[in-house]
């Protein structure tokens, strides 16, 4: 685990003296931010009671597509500038330079997930938000943007080229979000029930309503888990070419 720190510690000072981080946090934040000010702060202006439920379910979906950026260079760059063949060569393990990886890019998402709490404290002087749903949610983005971190350092790991990187990251969250769709168009069948548990909107629901489900839980860390677990192998697989 120390190894997998001190990646962690390398990748968080590479991200914050390039402009990556900087740019795709705050392109992040200003569509976000203007998204809660047109719908959720104007809605409380008009009398709804403040809430971040639609909120929650806007950040995600933006995820699938800023997540991939800022895990585009994580491996693909190290396999570009032939300095992966070196780390694997040090005495660190596979899964401890993928685990680093993840960790640095998961601290800045958690950075930006921070900075969105300003909105639960502009709801707030707008009226009295229940504060339980709104905790509940943020550890569903939270967890959410996790499971996107850990694709995107798999679909890293696949290619030497960033921008391929990004766009496999991309397609892939993509179609993790349209087999919810799927789901609900075959309503009350076996495909339903099998879309519904792969989907990934349909497990961020429960966390947006204020409700922690295990099985919520279980599903995004379970897809950290195996993104992680391949991405592993796939660098398992180098040492041998």
């Known amino acids: 685990m120390t190894n997998s720190f001190v990646i962690a510690k390398r990748e968080l000072n590479s991200y914050f003296v390039s402009p990556i981080a900087y740019v795709s946090v705050a392109v992040y934040l200003i569509i976000a931010g203007f998204l809660f000010w047109y719908d959720t702060v104007g809605g409380a202006l008009n009398g709804t009671p403040p809430s971040l439920q639609g909120q929650f379910g806007t950040m995600v979906f933006l995820w699938l597509f800023f997540a991939p950026p800022l895990t585009m260079r994580l491996l693909a760059e190290e396999q570009r500038m032939g300095t992966l063949e070196v780390l694997l ?31 639960a404290l502009v709801l707030n002087a707008y009226g009295n938000p229940d504060w339980g749903p709104m905790a509940a949610g943020y550890l569903g983005l939270f967890l959410a943007g996790g499971a996107l971190i850990a694709i995107g350092v798999l679909a890293s790991a696949v290619t030497q080229n960033q921008v391929v990187a990004a766009v496999v990251a991309i397609v892939i969250n993509l179609l993790l979000w349209v087999i919810s769709i799927a789901g609900q168009i075959s309503l009350g069948s076996v495909w339903s029930q099998v879309f519904n548990q792969l989907g990934f909107f349909e497990h961020t629901l429960n966390f947006w309503r204020g409700v922690i489900d295990t099985n919520d839980i279980v599903y995004f860390v379970s897809m ?18």
């Open 224 to 241: 950290m888990a195996l993104a992680l677990f391949i991405a592993t192998r796939v660098l398992e697989s180098r040492r041998w070419r």
């Open 89 to 119: 060569t040090s005495p660190v393990r596979d899964w401890e330079v993928v685990l680093g990886k993840f960790l640095a890019g998961l601290v800045v998402l958690l950075l930006a997930v921070v900075l969105t709490i300003s909105y």
